[in-house]
């Protein structure tokens, strides 16, 4: 069983930083056999893609609304994904997901396991 735990969220004003992490557990499970994406679900509103990162981390793909602002990166010793969030704005209040699939990509359908989100809420 594939257990992700997503933390780190918080209330921050507009132009501050945030960094999730996603822990992941499981018997035979290790991170450094699948991609890793997080996506993101404002209220009222669909879960989007936000950034994915490569089994070795040498490729990321990020939404357009975050390039330049929001940073993906993992620690596979650690069975650990991180986003790093700077800059951040009011419309990137959302509940943010991390998940576990094949390959790096924006398609929710291509992550097998996720974890149950954390709250980011900015002020403006």
């Known amino acids: 069983q594939v257990q992700l735990v997503a933390s780190g969220g918080g209330l921050v004003q507009a132009g501050g930083s945030l960094r999730l992490s996603c822990a992941a557990s499981?018997?035979?499970?290790?991170?450094?056999?699948?991609?890793m994406g997080w996506f993101r679900q404002a209220p009222g509103k669909e879960r989007e893609f936000v950034a994915a990162i490569s089994k070795s981390g040498g490729s990321t793909v990020y939404a357009d609304s975050v390039k330049g602002r929001f940073t993906i990166s993992r620690d596979n010793a650690k069975n650990t994904v991180y986003l790093q969030m700077n800059s951040l704005k009011p419309e990137d209040t959302a509940i943010y997901y991390c998940?576990?699939?094949?390959?790096?990509?924006?398609?929710?359908?291509?992550?097998?396991?996720w974890g149950q989100g954390t709250q980011v809420s900015v002020s403006s």
């Open positions: 499981g018997r035979t499970f290790s991170i450094s056999s699948t991609a």
């Open positions: 998940a576990a699939g094949t390959y790096a990509n924006t398609f929710e359908r291509a992550y097998a396991y």
